[in-house]
């Protein structure tokens, strides 16, 4: 049976999203039925990203820094690579300012976001999302140091949002952060996840910037991977890149539609890797019954989406890496609505749109200008699984062209 059933449209619009900590709250991390906060956190990121022409600007100018710090034809470590960069671009949308290379701050945010999405090993991971796993075994399934590092990131935030108040002018927020706040000021209801005593604002931060590392940072190491091994696809990427490049000169985000082949390649590497192997959990809402199973009111429920990426009667031949399947008999991009990696429904990733634009960015910039191939001997591809799938730690060489 294939993925594109009932089940996603019976239980995206009333799933509740499971809370590993009771204590903590978010869109991302919270027991609640009230999705103000990510409606909100969806309209100011397009605000304040001004429909992606800030963003652009701003992962430019991180992506030119990150090329300065490149040492071509050396061996370069891949893992947590782009870290700093993807962080920094969506830092300066929630914040309004951003870190210049080395500066401590930055160094102590990258490496909080980086614990958060740190847990190792298959049976780790499932415990990390299961009630009775992680109540009951807590330091086993990571649970401990993941809160340790979550309240981390979280007063990390907090501070910063406190350093921006001083000069912060009701009424004109200059980033998310000002708005935030000043919704928060403006909200009498108890009931809103806005009330001043809920104190929702650091919790909801801190999923945004999680959410940048967990994809865009991670793909981009994959893609790497990919590219490395299959040198063939790396030529038919790049000759498509420098074509549109040899007209508008540095790839823009409105070249997208130009790059068909860029964007099947990203597309193929998120279906590979299964990215993150298992969804946020959900609690049904009602009984529902979905291919003859029936599945009770307040069942918590798993997508597993490594599974579905890889389901032969999805996709043809999933094992293999072939970034054809997302193309078209014109040679142009086509959608497949079975790629979940950033899920679906009203549960969906509200940073799909940015990190889709990071990759496609940051991808036509790196293979314009540089070439890579392994240092050494190549790693598999199955990956370290956990929370997130990571490549097994490896380095590669660029090579300018």
């Avoid at 609640?32 to 701003?58: D, M």
């Avoid at 003859?292 to 990426?309: A, C, M, R, S, V």
Wanted: proline residues 5%.
């Amino acid at each position: 049976m294939g993925y594109k059933t009932k089940v996603w449209i019976d239980f995206s619009a009333t799933s509740v999203l499971y809370c590993v900590n009771p204590n903590t709250y978010g869109f991302g991390f919270s027991n609640y039925v009230n999705a103000e906060q990510k409606f909100f956190l969806i309209k100011n990121l397009k605000t304040f990203g001004e429909n992606g022409r800030y963003l652009e600007g701003r992962l430019n100018y991180e992506i030119s820094c990150f090329f300065e710090t490149l040492k071509p034809g050396t061996a370069i470590p891949i893992r947590y690579l782009f870290t700093h960069t993807v962080l920094n671009s969506v830092w300066g949308i929630v914040m309004g300012y951003t870190f210049k290379q080395g500066d401590p701050q930055m160094e102590i945010l990258c490496d909080l976001a980086e614990r958060v999405t740190a847990i190792e090993g298959m049976v780790e991971s499932v415990g990390m999302f299961n009630p009775w796993l992680s109540n009951l075994m807590p330091d086993f399934t990571g649970v401990t140091s993941w809160i340790q590092a979550y309240r981390g990131l979280c007063d990390f935030v907090e501070g910063k949002a406190n350093d921006r108040k001083q000069t912060r002018v009701k009424g004109q927020p200059r980033d998310i952060t000002d708005a935030y706040i000043d919704r928060v000021e403006d909200t009498k209801d108890p009931a809103s996840t806005f009330f001043p005593a809920k104190k929702f604002f650091p919790h909801s931060m801190a999923a945004v910037l999680v959410g940048a590392l967990d994809t865009t940072s991670t793909a981009l190491e994959w893609i790497i991977f990919y590219l490395a091994k299959y040198q063939d696809v790396q030529r038919k990427l790049q000759q498509e890149i420098l074509e549109v490049a040899s007209k508008t000169g540095q790839p823009a985000l409105s070249d997208r539609p130009n790059l068909p082949y860029t964007e099947a390649v990203i597309h193929e590497v998120l279906r590979i890797t299964g990215l993150v192997p298992m969804a946020l959990p959900h609690y049904t809402s009602v009984d529902a019954e979905v291919s003859g199973y029936f599945i009770p009111k307040d069942t918590l429920l798993i997508q597993n989406t490594w599974g579905i990426q890889h389901d032969p009667e999805v996709w043809d031949e999933p094992e293999e890496f072939r970034p054809e399947r997302f193309l078209d008999e014109n040679r142009k991009f086509r959608k497949n609505e079975n790629l979940l990696i950033f899920g679906t429904g009203k549960r969906s990733c509200l940073g799909e749109s940015i990190a889709r634009d990071q990759l496609s960015l940051f991808v036509a910039r790196m293979f314009q200008r540089f070439s890579v191939q392994y240092s050494g001997k190549p790693p598999s591809e199955h990956g370290k699984h956990g929370v997130v799938i990571h490549a097994e730690p490896f380095s590669a060489i660029f090579t300018e062209i």
